[in-house]
């Protein structure tokens, strides 16, 4: 198995662009997490969703942050208007019904 | 204030040594602790899981869990330069889902 694949691994934007995450997670795997490490707050979950369904948004930070599930093969993450203290690892995870919680390689996002 | 407190660190300790993590927690309702280890560079991967109160041993590594002072730890014994990563504690309960409340983790170094 690929593991958690998480796209692009690096990202580097301008203050006032649109960005972009996109997660494929385990095969089989029903639950989808969005979280988001910095330095400062650590380790914080943004949204997660279910077969497909948002259960918990209650982290997202503003309505800037957006995500989606359309299928069970992909999920994506999105900002807009990207701001400077957005800049974080974003991480995609996801997990069987009583399973273990499994984490992608992260995407680094630098807005300048 | 945070739900889950972890002393950033960093800790440094010579080859051999017993190394010891610890995390404090304020939700009572917490009852599924886990230790997560991240590489630099890399996601988290879990690496102990314990329900509710007591010990669990893995090899050289020793997770407890003590619910009555609110407080985790992880042990390991004989500690190798792979060792060398941040360590993270997350905690969950049954009413939140699966979604996972981390510690801001424990930067580990162990020299030869």
């Known amino acids: 198995d690929a593991g958690v694949i998480q796209s692009p691994r690096h990202e580097v934007t301008e203050m006032g662009q649109e960005v972009t995450l996109r997660c494929k997670p385990i095969?089989?795997?029903?639950?989808l997490f969005w979280y988001r490490q910095t330095m400062m707050r650590g380790l914080e979950l943004l949204i997660y969703?279910?077969?497909?369904?948002?259960?918990?948004d209650s982290g997202m930070p503003e309505d800037r942050f957006s995500a989606k599930m359309p299928n069970a093969s992909f999920s994506t993450l999105k900002i807009q208007p990207s701001e400077p203290r957005d800049s974080a690892v974003y991480f995609c995870a996801t997990q069987r019904q009583y399973g273990t919680q499994y984490f992608g390689p992260g995407t680094r996002l630098l807005v300048l | 204030q945070k739900e889950v407190e972890q002393d950033p660190g960093p800790l440094s300790v010579p080859e051999g040594a017993i190394v010891s993590l610890n995390c404090t927690y304020s939700n009572s309702a917490f009852q599924y602790f886990m230790w997560y280890r991240q590489y630099s560079r890399k996601g988290p991967e879990l690496l102990m899981y314990t329900y509710s109160s007591g010990n669990k041993e893995d090899g050289r590594f020793t997770a407890q869990v003590d619910k009555s002072s609110k407080y985790i730890s992880l042990f390991i014994r004989d500690s190798q330069p792979s060792d060398s990563a941040t360590y993270l504690c997350a905690m969950s309960n049954s009413n939140s889902g699966y979604a996972l409340n981390f510690g801001k983790g424990t930067s580990l170094l162990v020299t030869p």
């Open positions: 095969s089989g795997h029903d639950y």
């Open positions: 969703f279910n077969n497909n369904v948002p259960i918990d």
